[in-house]
């Protein structure tokens, strides 16, 4: 096999990503509170065409995508439809498992659960107390982050704006450093809990993926995918709590942060109401043409989902498939399209030659793409 020969390595954000055995990749998955809607989908199905590409080049590759089920949003979504959280997140990660079947996204390798992963996240918490990286305060553990934002590249006001933002308490009085998360906390009342030597809690949320992706791969990974919008805090603090255990930089040696989905001008999102759900476009559509459109704009920039949009995509896709059944090729062709696709996922100049050369180019790309 000539992987990592000239043409045959994956390059991400322009940088070649080559591997010996196979790659190890990271996909931040769900919290099984809600059904699946695009935003969600677009993140899944991206990453699933970047492992369905490395695959293509004649690379191995395993994929590990964590289910978060241990989460102040899915305990409070549990509370109300009287679950326990357990069962409650088990039965919404059924209906999520369904749709990106539908949509086509291969099964994973690895799907670890973080409540069965308490026990490790108790494990790097010990290992960066022991290190001089964390330290106790009343029950809670805290990571001290406050290096993280300076090297994501934010100033302090920004990044405290997104630590309270998605869950962290920069103004918590207990932390020396406003940048400082918890590692572990203490559970309230009602809340699941854990034993551990400092408190019955629970686990933070970075801190979970971290050990999550480390009981999966070790102390590294060669491709993190995600939401964007994951970046900051999630995915900063992921890396430097577990660079901070291991001494091993980078965590991750390249990014697939998947643009946000937008509609009516906002991020597409529980909170604002502009959910477009995957289960409801199916009804009317095939679901290859859901799959279609989540490609349409480059993984990399934000996409605004608009009500015409689905058949628009579907028209696309049957004129490649149309294309696919007849037409010419040609091996320069195919090479095109390989090159193309491992040249940072490049969908739409792939699509571009397909549908010029139609025939075996066409089905080429639909086969790798996995439209047909
Ligand atoms: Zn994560």
Redesign the pocket.
Known sequence: MDLNSPGRTLRIGGRPLPVVGPARMYV??ITPYDATHLGHARTFVWADVAARVMRHAGGEVRVCR?V?DVDDVLDQAAHRAGSPYDSFAAVQQFYFERDLEALGVHAVDHQPRAHNHVGEVVALAQGLLASGHAYVRGGAVHFRGGGVPRRAGLDAGRARALLAEYGDAPEDPGREDPFDVALWRPSRPGEPAWPSPWSAGRPGWHA??AAMAMTTFGPALDLHA?GVD?RFP??AY?AAMAEALTGVRPFSRAWLHVGTVRRDGAKMAKSTGNLVLVSDLVQDHPASAVRFMLLAEPWAREWEYTPGALDRAAADLDRLLTAAGGGRSSPAAEAAVTGALLDDLDVRTALEVAEQEGGRTARLVARILALG
């Open positions: 931040c998955g964590n978060t979970e993926c995600g994951l999630h995915h992921e």
